[in-house]
Each structure stands twice: as structure tokens, then as C-alpha cells.
């Protein structure tokens, strides 16, 4: 089973609650020993401590599964999360576990192997080690205190806040976050990132996931949208776009307004260049506003008001 898309959303979940904890960490744009993030303690502008994190996704939903760790990545400031699904299970479920517990896993072949059940909820185990952010997070700084010490100039810092992140694994891996993030995201102050991108990105992520997002409407985003107009004639005219049934139109129950929506992610041509990009269109016949997000960052709006 390819475990990859587990894996972002794995890695997704983290961020997520380590930035609500205000820990800063890093994405490297490279994979060397078990390192998915990295979070950091600056002590001045050239030094930094920093705790190595790794993320592991499986499901559970028809087998047990397993982890296994290579040896040499479990030091003092290396922390393991643990994200596992069930398909039809709507709760998250995140387990850590710090260097000194998985070196008490049975080790093979130069690796530490942890075995999981497919009752892993009810599993003494997996209980105690379940992620909380009451007293984990409290365990990650106590090793950001004393973990080792690095100049920073030997990171590439990525001052990126979570939309932003969740931008960049969509344009390089195609990758979307699920739900539960979704309503999170939705549920921040919005408009707001600073960037039309990251908010059309956003638009999209509240569109596809409508039916998912219970009372959240798109009603209030439609001037917002509309504010981002930068072409004169409507999106199908401007961008010859391939697949075009891709788009799905939908209905949202709880808009007050505007419950007409279409969302997909597309292939187009703009301007002689080929783009993936996101379509959002939210309106009715006298009032809509469509967009094209490209997977270079760049965009096209373009709206009527009747």
C-alpha cells in the first residue's frame, strides 16, 4: 500500500498542532536521517536548539501494520509522531513517542520495529503513548532546552505560516489537507494571509470540502473574490482549459445567498503556457466570480455584479 498520501496528512496534523502550540519548526527540502520537520529554539540570531521530528501515517482499517525506525535516527532530540486512520472513522488519532520509548522497541536488522494492532484504540499501549498537547508539548520544549546546539546558517529557514506550507505541498506534491484541518482553516480569521494565492487557495480547500464543512457557508467570500478581479472576460475565454469536466458543480444547503458552487482541479493553457491549476466559481447567473489558481502561485479572477 502506497502510504504517501497518509504520510502529508500526517505530517499536516503535526504542523497543525505545533503551530498552535507556537513552536517554530522548519520543512527541509531534503530527507537525511528520518528528518520530516524540525523544530527550533533560537538562542541568538546565529544559534539554534532544535528537536528532529518525524512522522509515520497508516491505516488500520482492514490489517494490523508496523513502523520501523533505522537505528541511527533515534538520538536524544529525535521525536516519532504516529498518525493512524480507519477509513470510515471521522476522529484523528496521533501517538508520540520520544527517543527513550523507541529504544525500547525490539530491534531488527539495524532498525526498531513497532508492531500495531488493528485495536490499537483500546490497546494499553497506544493509550498511553496517545498524542496530548497538555503535556507532550511540554516534553518538546524541555528537549528544545537542552537538545544540541547548531548554527542556524546551517538551515534553510522556511518562515512559512500553516496555509502557506499547506500551498507548497499542493504545488509540488499535489497534495490537499483533510477535513478536520479544512474546518480548522476555515474556522481562523479569514481574509487574512496577506497573499490572494494562499486565500484562493483557501477558497478552493472551502469549496471542495463544503459538504464536509457542516453550517460554514462561501456567502462571505464573494467580494473578497471579487476585490482579486484582474481580467476583463470570463475564465473560459481567457484559458483554453483541457478537462473541463473535472469541475464540479455543486450545491452548498447552508449558503444564504450564493448556493451555487464550482470547484475542480483542472489543466489549462494561459497565455501559451500549460498550468495545473484550481478552479472556484461561486455565484448565480447575475452574480459570480471565478477563479484560477495556478500551481506557479499565479492567478486569474474574473466576476460580474448585476
Known sequence: MDNKPLEIIAEDFIKLRLAKAGLKYLKPNYDTDGTDLVVLHPINKHYARQVVVQSKGRNLTNSPSNVHINKDYVVSNFVCFLYLQVDGDPLDYAYVFFSDDIQKWPERDGSYHLSIPKGFKKNTYFVA??????????????????????????????????????????????????????????????????????????????????????????????QHLLNMRNIDIPISCATKIKNPNEITRMRSIHAIVYPRLSFGEI????????????????????????????????????GQRK
Not at 499542493?170 to 479544512?182: I, T
Not at 503556457?273 to 495556478?294: C, M, Q, T
Open 267 to 302: 489543466e489549462l493553457n494561459y497565455d501559451g503556457v500549460d498550468y495545473r491549476a484550481l478552479y472556484s466559481k461561486i455565484g448565480d447567473n447575475e452574480d459570480y466570480v471565478e477563479a484560477a489558481l495556478f500551481d506557479n502561485g499565479d492567478y486569474v479572477v474574473y
Open 129 to 222: 503513548h496517545e498524542f496530548s498537547a497538555s503535556t507532550d508539548v511540554q516534553k518538546i520544549e524541555k528537549l528544545l532546552n537542552t537538545g544540541p546546539m547548531f548554527r542556524q546558517s546551517y538551515v534553510e529557514f522556511e518562515k512559512m505560516e500553516l496555509v502557506e506550507i499547506l500551498f507548497e505541498l499542493w504545488k509540488k506534491y499535489q497534495s490537499f489537507p483533510d477535513p478536520n484541518l479544512v474546518k480548522v482553516l476555515y474556522d481562523e480569521d479569514f481574509p487574512g494571509t496577506g497573499s490572494n494565492s494562499q486565500d484562493l487557495f483557501l477558497v478552493f480547500l472551502f469549496g471542495m470540502n463544503s459538504e464536509k464543512l457542516g453550517h460554514r457557508t462561501l456567502d462571505a467570500y464573494m
